[in-house]
């Protein structure tokens, strides 16, 4: 082994002398990195610290691959364009810059919802978007493959993380990349007052129900498609290649519509919070009328038009969708654009905490619970 100019290098027979690594079979690569042989810890910790003062460029790009091949796991089947490799570079992507927040971590990078749409757009069609364009995007769709906010696909109970992208096979007829965003004021249904015969709000016994298996959600365009500009040395302005495309998500019952929602944003208010499992055995074995008896009485929400009209006795309400997440979500959404309060109750219910509640209210006729 010798050192030139700085460089070490590894000899071979005959005096020939290459770059360290050159020659060195997978095996013997293999074998440097196992845990017995190998102090990781010290790695990460070098890193985190020299490698990153000295190149921060070099460490940026490295964790921001990390972070979307973290992404790609969970998107089966999904694949990359390679022709990105002659197109772009990490280097000119915003998307991976680091995230400025206190106590950011050197090594992991965290990506924003935005950030992992713009990096889908990098891999599937070599584009360079800037996340500060895509706030509002819930969705990419890109030939036959629509990438979906994990948040729209499960149960409003849950909150994945932001980077949980889903992929879902199918298109919506248009060419090109579209990233797909809510307008910025969705309609809503009127409650009819030919419905009164479907009104009933019942007192609610605690019974669990499904009552809203008829609830279907459909994507609609409209013709509105905002200014997108790109990052590409050689465009200012992206073509209809690649858009912005408002999108109608509309909730049905059966074949009347109800409402066009932004559920990202409906999920994201500070009027929805989730009942958080009660950890107090003796709490949450009690059953319903044992805790509320006659001190508070709750009403049943059992169809559409009973959340559109709510009752006038100022009554707190409960939307029976039990182990309907398409429904439960859509109650979600409709709820935060009349105005309510949303509290979300997972499958194991503790009255004593719903009560609890309840009674910290300030305006009961604001209160809905998600069942």
Not at 31 to 38: K, M, N, T
Not at 52 to 81: C, D
Request: glycine share 4%; charged share 20%; hydrophobic share 40%.
């Amino acid at each position: 082994m010798t050192k030139t100019g700085g460089d070490t290098r590894v000899g071979r027979p005959g005096g020939d002398s290459r770059y360290i690594g050159e020659y060195l079979p997978a095996k013997s690569l293999r074998a440097s990195f196992d845990p017995g042989h190998f102090n990781h810890r010290l790695l990460t910790e070098w890193f985190a610290t020299d490698l990153r003062i000295a190149y921060p460029l070099y460490v940026r790009n490295l964790r921001a691959l990390s972070a979307a091949a973290e992404m790609y796991l969970r998107l089966p089947n999904a694949t990359v364009s390679l022709s990105i490799v002659s197109k772009q570079t990490m280097r000119h992507a915003t998307w991976t810059k680091q995230s400025s927040l206190p106590g950011a971590s050197p090594l992991r990078l965290k990506l924003s919802r935005a950030q992992a749409f713009a990096c889908i757009a990098m891999f599937e069609a070599g584009r360079l978007i800037d996340p500060v364009h895509l706030e509002q995007v819930f969705a990419v769709v890109s030939d036959n493959s629509i990438f979906v906010a994990s948040s729209l696909l499960s149960d409003p109970y849950d909150i994945p993380l932001e980077t949980e992208i889903r992929r879902v096979h199918g298109n919506i007829g248009q060419p090109g990349l579209s990233f797909l965003i809510p307008p910025p004021d969705p309609r809503i249904k009127k409650s009819s007052p030919t419905s009164w015969s479907v009104i009933d709000h019942k007192s609610f016994d605690g019974a669990s129900a499904d009552s809203f298996r008829y609830t279907s959600v459909h994507m609609q365009l409209t013709q509105y498609q905002p200014e997108l500009r790109s990052l590409n040395k050689d465009e200012h302005q992206i073509d209809q290649s690649v858009t912005l495309r408002e999108t109608l998500v509309q909730v049905y019952d059966s074949q009347t519509w109800i409402a066009d929602l932004d559920l990202l944003g409906a999920l994201q208010s500070n009027a929805v919070s989730r009942v958080a499992a009660c950890t107090d055995d003796a709490h949450s074995s009690k059953e319903y009328s044992a805790v509320f008896e006659n001190e508070i009485e709750l009403a049943v929400v059992d169809n559409w038009e009973e959340l559109l009209m709510p009752p006038i006795d100022h009554k707190p309400l409960v939307i029976r969708a039990s182990g309907n997440w398409l429904a439960r979500l859509a109650a979600v959404g409709v709820a935060v654009r009349l105005g309510k309060q949303v509290r979300i109750v997972s499958q194991s219910i503790c009255w004593e905490c719903v009560k609890a509640i309840v009674q910290n209210m300030g305006s009961h006729q604001d209160c809905i619970f998600v069942m």
